[in-house]
């Protein structure tokens, strides 16, 4: 089969890795979770006690940073300096602390340049926020994916609910609209549906409804 890539942007929450993680495995594609990429610098920020707000400071920080996505027995593992992060990058604190550390033009170039290079010329899909309109501008399919505030809560409640984490459905749904505001409202490649972009509206739909939807679009454009 020849390959394309695929680039799947949206706000938090709006089921764009648990979606990308299966139409990359029926197409035989691989998935990366650029993501995982921010959260991985920002763990090492935090780590690092630096000033969020300098982004050359930040940018000098993170220069040689060793981020990698590698696949492991229960879905793709993340290592930032040889060490297993996969965990920690989701805590509470790096989500909250992503987004800024995510405005920075620096730190966004140094991000996108690895995203590209981790691309070239394979069959890939990729989610995140700028995927589309800057990472892979000339991706063979684009897919916006969106879901009401509400129904993106309940779903990080359910999730963090199998986790054991019991934090209220209304600040979660605060804390998704602000990073959402966040990510919408920076100067540098802010989060926007590309024009070439198909919207999936996935509030009412299940993960296999929209995982097909986009398999079928993308096997459309490979014939
Ligand atoms: O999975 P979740 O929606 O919680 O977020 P994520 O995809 O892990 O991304 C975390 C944060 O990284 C986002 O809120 C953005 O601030 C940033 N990000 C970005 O700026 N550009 C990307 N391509 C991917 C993520
Ligand atoms: O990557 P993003 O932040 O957009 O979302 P995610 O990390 O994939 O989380 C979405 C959550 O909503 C997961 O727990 C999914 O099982 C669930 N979900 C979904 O992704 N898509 C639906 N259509 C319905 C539920």
Redesign the pocket.
Known sequence: MRTMQIA?D????????????IVAEQLGFIYI?T?AMYRAATLKALTAGADLTDGEALSALLKNVDIRLEPGEQGQRVYLDGQDVTEEIRTDQVTKSVSEVAAHREIREQMVQLQKELAEGRGVVM?GRDIGTRVLQDAGLKVY?I?SAE??AQ??F??NRTRGIRTPLDVLKMEIEKRDRMDSERKESPLVQAQDAVLID??????P??ASRIIGLAKERLN
């Open positions: 799947i949206g706000p938090a929450a709006a089921g764009k890795s648990t979606v990308a993680k979770d993501g989610d994916m879901a129904e993106r779903r990080r359910e999730e996935t509030t009412s739909l299940t993960v409804e929209v």
